[in-house]
Every structure is written in C-alpha cells, then in structure tokens.
C-alpha cells in the first residue's frame, strides 16, 4: 500500500511569513495527526482527526497553526505568521482506528521548515 | 495521562556489541507501547509494539523489547549491532480504549562504532 504522502520535504521562510503544509494519509485510514518535531525533541502532537472532525487540537497554537482536512482524506497545516520558533519537522501520520490504540501510526516522511 | 520517560539521550555501542535503550512509562490506563526508529531526514518507522498479547515483543532488524509492569519499563535491546543500526529510537505510549493518541519520549541517539 501506497504511504503518508507529505510536501514539500523542506521549506525555509522568513519570519512572519506563511507556510502550508500538505499531507495525504493511506487510503482508508480514518484518523490523521499532525505532530511537530524540533530539534532534540520527541514529536509532539498539534492536531488529531477523525474524518473531517476535530478530535484533539489542545497543543495546537491557535493564534498562528490552523489546519484542516476538507472531505476526510487529505489535510493542510498553515502556519501564518511564522516565528523563529516554528522551526521544526512535521510529521504527519494516519491510523486505522480513533479509539484502538494497538495499531501504531504511519508516519510520512515530514517537512523540514526553517524560519530565518 | 501517560508519558514516557528515555534514559540517556546518547548511547554509543562498538559493532556486535548489545544494544540496550530504556523507557519507561506512566500510565493511568493499561497501556499499549510502541518504539520507532528515525533515520536522519526520514519520518519515523514502527519497530514494534506491545499491545496487552505477550510481554516479550520482537520487531524488525533484530529488536526485541520486554513490557515489565512492575517496573514500568519497555525496554529495546538487539543482541549484536550493526552498523546501520544508528538512528534516533523513540518510546511512546497510547491509552487502550483512549482516543489513538501516542506520546513520545524525547528520543535517544544510538551511534555504532566500527
């Protein structure tokens, strides 16, 4: 089966630009998750979907990350304006199940952005 | 609520030597635990997982972990390493019957020298 598609693989901004993210999970694959990843860390949960339903966006910094996922299939992360901070990976990933935790996820391979 | 706790953010092991990463964890609920592995600029990749069946796991390339309720711990270990064993190991913990959400540890680097 086809994987997490995610684009584009690196982006580099300046500061108090926007950005999007896009991500297309397996086919199937009702829930989808957008973490950020910085440097040194462990990924860090942003936002949680189940079709097109918003499950989970507690970590999520409201005032600057929106996203979406119109259908529930793919989905975009925006982030608008970036700060020096938002420098990070995000990885998004998808799973059979919302309430079956013995699955795991499929992760896409991430975004590199840079904000400069 | 869970989270999960790595210890040494660093190991470093010589080539066919044993390879031994620790995690603990803290969980409210059964758990279900998972590692991943990253090489650099790749998403993350299941290793294995415990999910409740038997506490000792194997995964791929050789890695086996060991769910310890007692101890809380889920650790990784590989009898022999290999070079293209070196790449970021992360620990995480969902909930059975939560809501699918894992929490990572913040990772350990193991480097394999010749």
């Known amino acids: 089966e086809a994987g997490v598609a995610q684009s584009p693989r690196y982006k580099i901004i300046e500061k108090r630009q926007s950005v999007a993210f896009w991500c297309n999970p397996i086919?199937?694959?009702?829930?989808l998750y957008w973490y950020q990843q910085i440097l040194g860390q462990g990924p860090k949960l942003l936002i949680q979907f189940q079709n097109n339903g918003v499950v989970d966006d507690s970590q999520l910094p409201k005032d600057r990350f929106s996203a979406e996922r119109l259908k529930g299939v793919d989905s975009t992360l925006k982030i608008q304006p970036a700060k020096l901070e938002d420098s990070a990976v995000y990885l998004c990933?998808?799973?059979?199940?919302?309430?079956?935790?013995?699955?795991?996820?499929?992760f896409g391979s991430g975004t590199r952005l840079t904000v400069v | 609520a869970q989270s999960v706790t790595q210890l040494g953010s660093h190991v470093s092991v010589s080539e066919g030597a044993l390879v031994l990463l620790r995690c603990n964890y803290s969980?409210?609920?059964?758990?279900?635990l998972f590692w991943y592995v990253q090489y650099p600029n790749q998403g993350l990749q299941l290793l294995l997982k415990?999910?409740?069946?038997?506490?000792l796991v194997k995964g791929i390339n050789g890695f086996e972990a060991e769910f310890k309720k007692s101890e809380t711990s889920f650790h990784l270990t590989k009898p022999s390493a290999h070079m293209s064993d070196a790449a970021e190991y992360f620990c995480a913990v969902s909930a059975a019957g939560g809501y699918n959400k894992l929490i990572f540890g913040a990772g350990t680097r193991l480097a394999v020298h010749p």
């Open positions: 969980s409210s609920v059964p758990p279900y």
């Open positions: 086919s199937g694959h009702a829930t």
């Open positions: 415990y999910t409740s069946a038997a506490t």
């Open positions: 990933a998808s799973s059979l199940g919302l309430t079956d935790g013995r699955y795991g996820y499929t």
